[in-house]
């Protein structure tokens, strides 16, 4: 890769890969050019303007950038690959940011482009929207050649290989440690809402359970019912929620079961119990 000056493109202007060109910018790269999913799009002005840099078509995406980062939805990346890969500027680096693909999704620039190279850059990080201050100090799942590494070094990322027969299950875990855990806390504000209860009030709770995982470990860090054996808690609790909320709540029981690493067959009944109800 080229070392000065150092320019890229971007195709796939959204939230990850708004916050990537943005920390790009602010380490001294310019933009060369953005492609997004039309030139009218809502993301592709946005990221034209922040940028400063034209719309361009996929095909001369790479013209004069030493860098292509391609953040679409994972569906879209072979796509791209194939529109850029003919006009890319020699000894240029392609890289996506998907956390689930591996370098297989860049084969038509590494099959018809053997002067340029390519990488996976995957930020372990959750962008609502575009932030690049979210990259510092978060971890990254890289692939490819040593300069994807010093590009996340560069962008304050901490780096580490994962290999391609490994992505699509290290970015489950991902997908549990960020949207899941998402998707439990709306169901704690749609529970919390039916108690009366504000949600606010159950945040330092959260931050607390956090805290305890990242220092114990999630076996030291568990408490309540289903730790203690507290078989009449947890049915009162199942009895009490709407039917709609009792299969996610069954489901992280019996995965708090799990970890205990108790054999309660009584817990079991008491979850098995209401199982037919919410299935009727
Ligand atoms: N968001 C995160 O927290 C995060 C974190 C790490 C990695 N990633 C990775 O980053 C990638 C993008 O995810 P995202 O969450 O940023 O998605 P996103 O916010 O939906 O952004 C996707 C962008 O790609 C554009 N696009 C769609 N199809 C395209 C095409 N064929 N050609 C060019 N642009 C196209 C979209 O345009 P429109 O806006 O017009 O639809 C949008 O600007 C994924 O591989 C994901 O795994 C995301």
């Known amino acids: ?161 994962v290999p391609d027969d490994r992505r699509s299950t290290y970015h489950a875990a991902a997908v549990v440690a960020s949207n899941h855990v998402v998707a439990l806390l709306g169901q704690v504000a749609r529970i919390a809402d039916s108690a009366g209860v504000p949600v606010e009030a159950f945040w330092p709770l959260v931050d607390a359970t956090v805290a305890n995982v990242e220092a114990r470990g999630a076996s030291g860090a568990l408490t309540g019912p289903v730790a203690r054996g507290d078989h009449a808690t947890v049915a009162a609790h199942l009895d009490a929620l709407p039917g709609a909320e009792r299969d996610a709540y069954r489901a992280m029981a019996l995965a708090a079961l799990a970890l205990a690493g108790r054999d309660d067959p009584a817990l079991l009944a008491v979850l098995d119990a209401t199982r037919g109800e919410v299935l009727a």
């Open 1 to 161: 890769m080229h070392t000065s000056p150092r320019t890229f493109a971007l195709a796939g202007p959204g939230r990850a890969g708004s916050s990537v060109a943005l920390a790009l910018l602010g380490a001294g790269w310019t933009a060369t050019g953005v492609t997004g999913r039309s030139v009218d799009a809502t993301s592709t002005r946005a990221a034209v303007a922040r940028l400063g840099c034209p719309p361009v078509a996929a095909a001369d995406l790479g013209r004069g950038a030493h860098l292509v980062v391609i953040a679409t939805p994972d569906a879209a990346i072979t796509e791209v690959a194939a529109a850029i890969a003919p006009d890319l500027e020699p000894g240029a680096l392609v890289i996506h940011c998907s956390g689930a693909r591996g370098l297989d999704a860049l084969g038509p620039v590494a099959e018809t482009r053997p002067d340029v190279q390519v990488g996976a850059l995957h930020p372990l990080q959750t962008f609502a929207a575009s932030d690049p201050a979210r990259l510092v100090g978060a971890w990254a799942a890289v692939a490819g050649p040593a300069e994807v590494t010093e590009l996340a070094l560069t962008l304050g990322l901490r780096p580490f290989v």
